[in-house]
């Protein structure tokens, strides 16, 4: 059966293969509103679930995306070392630690020490050789994020004309029909 989904055969967050995919799925779904923020789309929608509408035939769909990244610092020699040591000391004492609760035999402190201390010459290392590699063509840390900067809020055909008119209630919120 063909449907007019643009989310039609994409899994995600809910649940893994066909099942996850279904729950992202509407048949023939109709755009009832478009929103700047995804707090307006949200109020939107637990109006609805207020007045008691089925809102499990509504979606809230990002569009727009862009991603954004914000530079966090300079790199250095010195800061990616301490970092690889800091990674490498916490592997190396979790896999201290799992190696102490099956050798009954050594002394467990011992073993979670050792494992540490290779942690950290096995992380700075690794560090370091990943830094020398980029040779200076990323001197810099930051995080990235992917942002939508609409979201569109879309309901089964069927049931978009009794959304329209329990929307029309609620002050303040209506969505843009032109956006």
Known sequence: ??????LGGIG?????????ARLLQLQFPQS???YDDYAAAQKAVDFLSDKEFPVENCMIVGTDLKQVERITGRLTTGKVGLGGALSGLWLGIFVGVVLSLFDTKSNGF???????????VFGTVWAMV?????????DFSSVRVVV????????EHKLLQRAQE??????GARPNPFA
Do not use: C, K, S
Request: overall charge positive.
């Open 1 to 6: 059966m063909a449907t007019n989904n643009p």
């Open 12 to 20: 995600g967050g809910a649940g893994p293969g066909l099942q996850g």
């Open 32 to 34: 009832l509103g478009v």
């Open 110 to 120: 011992a073993t979670i020490v050792t494992t540490a201390l290779f942690g950290v």
């Open 130 to 138: 990943g830094y020398a590699a980029a040779r200076g063509q990323r």
């Open 148 to 155: 939508a900067t609409r979201y569109e809020v879309l309901v």
């Open 166 to 171: 329990i929307l029309a209630q609620l002050p």
